[in-house]
């Protein structure tokens, strides 16, 4: 069984790495991207499988 410490640190910088792509792809005007970047985030999220 994994450290939840652990996990907490993977969904930490999951997030700030997620997070940055989004206003990257948002920045360069890439709105489709983002949205499918979103999507794919919010669809493989521990909190949706619920």
Request: proline share 4%; net charge negative.
């Amino acid at each position: 069984m994994r450290d939840p410490r652990l996990d907490e640190l993977i969904q930490m910088e999951t997030w700030d790495w997620w997070k940055a792509q989004v206003f990257y792809l948002r920045e360069k005007k890439d709105y489709a991207g983002a949205e499918a970047l979103f999507l794919e985030f919010k669809l493989t999220s521990p909190e949706s499988k619920a």
